[in-house]
Every structure is written in structure tokens, then in C-alpha cells.
């Protein structure tokens, strides 16, 4: 443990956790220094930040933004997420961060249009009131969670895998906005931008080099470190790709909670002698 956790989620998004219970299961895990990131929403940082005035833990501003990319070879799109951290002037990117609820707003409706399709049931009540009526809220998860209530499926990932994922009769794609632009209107708000999770899109080892190539050469600051639990091979490229391009690392757990309790807070890969964490840079 090394007290620094750069991914976490909160009930704001798709976490269990409410941002004044996220703080305080950090303090208790030792960590210090902990951005809250929730999904295209930064509504949960001033409650994360009040709880930590009574605590000896620094609140990094940060979201996870929903965003795309392509290969002109292919001219397929593909989705990635982006962190932004520690934003000095927010006010840009919170004008991309309303779209980009109300685009998550409408694709929960289509979802839930497309379930009622395949099981006859209509969800979409029942979704929002997991996200207290505020339907830019609504993630994937939220949807999994409420097909569990019902009994069409016994556990959250069963919904993913029979309806909620690529390729499935439920599945939307998000319609993110472009790498280019997310890494610039994060650096408009003077933050970092962050490649989330490089090796969790089910990608290629030749398009996940591609994808951080092109992230470094639009401007990118740090790429995610893989976590403890995957492959020695998958850390060895990152680290290869990030020492290539001059990248800084960032690390964090994608504390999620009791939806997801194979990850804990905290528990974040350990940086390599000569990585520079992307937490050196902040204010």
C-alpha cells in the first residue's frame, strides 16, 4: 500500500459507496491521496472533499469520461475511458460533461426499450430510482443490477454477458466524444488526462500499443498501470509502451465497492523504479 488510489467510484455513478462513505473506508485503508472518478460526473466531489477536511487524506478532483477512438486502417470506432485529474478550472470540462450525461441519460432509455423486447418487462422505473430519479446517472451496471431484481438473471455479470455487452440483443454504444477532444478540454481545465485501464477493452496486443501510441501523440499524460492480478506479459507492455512515448504512470484500484468486492481500495500496482506517477504534477 502506498496511500495513493487515483480510480474510485462512488454512488454518483456505478459504486455503493456514497462519496462521504468512500472518503472514510480510504482513511481507514492508510490511503492519503484519493480522486474520486466517477463516470462523466464530477457531482460527487465537493461531499468527498467536506468529509476529508476532518481527515488527514487530499481529494484530487477527477472523472472517468466516456470517449472514442479509431484506426483509419479499419475505420472501426472503439470505446475508451479517459481520467481526468486534478482540474484547476473545471468549467470546460463541465460543459462536456453535461452532453455526455444527457447522451448516458438517453441510451438508458434505449437499453431498457430493447430489454423490455427480450424479457417483457419494463425496467426503466425501477433503474432510476437505483440512481435516486437523476437519469444521467444510469450505467450499465445500474440495468445489470435491476435484470437481477427481477429474476431474469441470478448474478450482474449473467446480464452483461446474455444482454448488456457488444454484440448482445440490449447492448448501445455509448457515443463518447473523440480522444482529441477529451484530452483537450482536460487540459483546457488545466488537469491530466489519464488512459484508463489500456489492456480492459478486449483489444488486441497490437491495437492496445496502437491505442497508447495514439493517446501519447494527442497530447495524453499518463497511462493506468495494469493491476497485480493481470499477466506479467500485459504490465511488461504497458511499461515498454509508457518508457517509449514518455508517459507518466497513474495508479488506482477502480474501487467500485459491494458491486464489485474482488476489488479493494487501495490495492493499486506497485510503479517501477524510473516511472514517474502522474501524481508528482499535481498542485
Known sequence: MNGVDLHTHSNISDGSHSPEMLVRAAVEKGIHTLALTDHDSMDGLSLAEKTAAEFPIKIISGV??????????????????????????PEPLQQVLRQQQKTRAARAIEICQLLQSCTGLDLYADVVAKVDGIADRITRTHIAQTLVEHGVVKR??????????????????????????????????QGFAVLAH?????????????????????GGDAVELPQRAEPAGTRQMI???????????????????????????????????????????FV
Open 64 to 89: 472517468e469520461i466516456s470517449s472514442q477512438w479509431s484506426r483509419p486502417s479499419t475505420k472501426k470506432t472503439y470505446g475508451v475511458h479517459i481520467i481526468a485529474l486534478n482540474m484547476q478550472d
Open 239 to 281: 511499461d515498454r509502451m509508457v518508457t517509449l512515448h514518455q508517459l507518466k504512470v497513474s495508479i488506482g484500484s477502480d474501487f467500485h465497492g459491494d458491486h464489485m468486492p474482488w476489488i479493494h481500495l487501495g490495492n493499486v500496482p506497485q510503479v517501477k523504479e524510473g516511472q514517474v506517477g502522474i501524481w508528482e504534477s
Open 198 to 218: 489500456p489492456t480492459r477493452y478486449g483489444l488486441s496486443a497490437t491495437n492496445i500499443r496502437y491505442l497508447v501510441e495514439l493517446f501519447a501523440q494527442q
Open 156 to 189: 450482474a455479470q449473467q446480464a452483461f454477458d446474455a444482454y448488456l455487452k457488444e454484440g448482445k440483443k440490449a447492448y448501445v454504444k455509448f457515443e463518447g466524444i473523440g480522444l482529441a477532444e477529451t484530452i483537450d478540454v482536460i487540459h483546457a481545465s
